[in-house]
């Protein structure tokens, strides 16, 4: 069984620019989660997607969005980027939203110059 | 109130040794609690995880032992070998809110 998978595994952005990272869950799983890992503040919670639908989403500004597709895939859009932005982005899946555990993608390294 | 605090921040323990890494939360919401463990350049991997109606989990060598009225859970590495050397991180997460909330993280290191 595939893992979760994300696309690119790099990005590099200049200030100002957009970015958008992808995310295909496992298959079956409908509920998607998109945490930020910054260098020394661990994981933070951004979005989660389910059914298509935003459920939730972390104490991030409004350039932070995403989407979920009909089969279940995901991507991130983040504006208007600034240094800080620099971070691991990680996508996690669940078989369903109240049905623990989630399975994490191996990220995708964005680096802003 | 959605903290969930994790230490030590770095732990060297020997190869055979028990490793022990703590967190405590506040939210008495919480009714999931995983532990995922990372390697470098690797997303978190799931280990092992407990609900609170036990007390205490195994799985091979990894163990979690929950204090519900403590409002405190830890991992146990029994038998510690140097592939263990990773950085965990403690989770937890209340039904309705299914978001993960970490801990900061352990660095450990099994020396030889």
């Known amino acids: 069984e595939a893992g979760v998978t994300q696309s690119p595994t790099h990005l590099i952005k200049t200030r100002g620019q957009q970015a958008t990272l992808r995310c295909s869950p496992i298959?079956?799983?409908?509920?998607v989660y998109w945490y930020q890992q910054a260098l020394g503040l661990g994981l933070q919670f951004l979005l989660w997607y389910d059914e298509g639908e935003e459920r939730n989403r972390g104490n991030f500004p409004p350039r932070f969005s995403g989407r979920q597709f009909p089969n279940y895939s995901s991507e991130l859009n983040v504006n208007a980027l600034e240094l800080e932005d620099s971070a691991l982005y990680l996508c996690?899946?669940?078989?369903?939203?109240?049905?623990?555990?989630?399975?994490f993608g191996d990220g995708t390294r964005l680096s802003i110059l | 109130q959605q903290q969930v605090k994790q230490s030590p921040q770095s732990l060297i323990v020997q190869k055979g040794g028990i490793s022990i890494i703590n967190c405590a939360y506040e939210n008495t919401a919480f009714d999931y609690f995983p532990w995922y463990q990372q390697f470098p350049g690797k997303g978190p991997a799931l280990l092992i995880a407990?609900?609170?109606?036990?007390s205490e989990k195994k799985e091979g060598r990894f163990t979690i032992s929950f204090n519900k009225s403590a409002k405190q859970f830890s991992l146990h590495i029994m038998d510690s070998q140097p592939g263990d050397s990773a950085t965990y991180f403690c989770?937890?997460?209340?039904?309705?809110?299914?978001?993960?909330?970490f801990g900061t993280g352990t660095r450990l290191t099994i020396i030889p």
């Open positions: 996690a899946s669940s078989l369903e939203p109240t049905n623990q555990p989630q399975h």
């Open positions: 989770a937890a997460s209340g039904f309705g809110n299914e978001k993960l909330t």
């Open positions: 298959s079956g799983h409908t509920s």
């Open positions: 407990i609900r609170p109606d036990v």
